[in-house]
């Protein structure tokens, strides 16, 4: 497969890279972010990029797939991407990178402003003042207080029909069923996948535990609550928190040309950051794709 032109837009600036037939989502995603001017790796950890497939359907870029073998629209030249927060960190004072801050609060921000997060009237002016005057730290540690503030939320069914209620936040996952709550910390949390299309499985650390299953009404759902769950779990992982706090970022600079090693991307030292062409060093270890879904779909489409 040849080299693919593609425009990512950002929430800073329009950047565009060229994609390698073997270049892995992570990455791309490196390589977004150090042509943004983010200097740090560990802020990409919230971050993840996303594409529209010919459905019109917004999925994410998996880390360890290759970027071309996703359902691209590639009826759009060049391809289009967008840089984009998948976990809003529980506190923003861990994100000490200039960009991250930036991209961060104006994506909250979008949020907020096109009502995709509930806000009482007072609190939404004190934001909209905050936004107005450009105090971003003030901002979100206001926004911070927010009920909804890093959470995302679904309807699932369980095993016997009745409505279940899932929260994702950074405690963990929140079930509430029939008037009853309980909360899975992410410690206790083994993995989180779909079985048969449609059932999302969460089973919980220890070799006896039985996986607590839920009914999703499409597979596409399904997929969406498993891979929000995972980048939960996966910053959760990272952090041990949730939050960043336990993790040193000294000397964890995105690489430069000199300094990239097999495996890793780099920008050009002839393209300033990173507006002209990319290239990719990396190991040829592919593996078959673990998404049967989509897997599925590309089948059709053949």
């Known amino acids: 497969m040849p080299r693919k032109l593609a425009h990512i837009t950002t929430g800073i600036k329009d950047i565009d890279l060229v994609i390698e037939a073997k270049t892995k989502g992570w990455q791309m995603l490196l390589d977004i972010a150090l042509a943004v001017g983010m200097q740090q790796t560990f802020h990409t950890l919230w971050f993840g990029v996303q594409y529209v497939n010919k459905k019109g359907q917004r ?32 506190n923003f004072s861990v994100i000490d990178d200039d960009i991250a801050q930036v991209l961060i609060y104006k994506q909250l921000r979008e949020h907020i402003e096109q009502e995709e997060l509930n806000c009482l009237p007072d609190k939404t002016q004190d934001l909209a003042k905050l936004a107005e005057e450009d105090k971003i730290q003030e901002y979100m540690k206001t926004a911070q207080g927010l009920e909804q503030y890093g959470k995302k939320y679904f309807k699932l069914t369980s095993e016997t029909g009745a409505r279940v209620d899932i929260t994702l936040s ?80 000294e000397d964890e600079v995105v690489s430069s040309p000199d300094s990239v090693a097999d495996g890793e991307a780099m920008v050009k030292e002839n393209s300033p950051q990173g507006q002209g062409e990319v290239a990719v060093a990396l190991k040829d270890d592919s593996k078959p794709s673990d998404d049967p879904v989509d897997d599925a779909e590309k089948e059709k489409e053949k």
């Not at 206790?188 to 919980?204: G, M, S, Y």
């Open 59 to 90: 999925k994410w870029i998996k880390d360890n797939r290759y970027v071309l073998d996703h359902r691209l629209d590639t009826r759009r030249k060049p391809l289009q991407f967008s840089l984009r927060v998948k976990v809003f960190p529980k």
């Open 170 to 249: 950074h405690s963990g996952i929140t079930v509430n069923c029939r008037d009853e709550s309980s909360t899975i910390p992410f410690k206790e949390l083994q993995d989180v996948k779909a079985a048969n299309k449609r059932t999302v499985c969460i089973t919980k650390a220890g070799h006896a535990s039985k996986p607590l299953k839920y009914k999703s009404e499409t597979p596409r759902y399904c997929k969406e609550v498993v891979e929000a769950a995972m980048s939960y779990l996966e910053v959760f992982r990272e952090t041990g928190y949730g939050d960043g706090e336990s993790v040193s970022k």
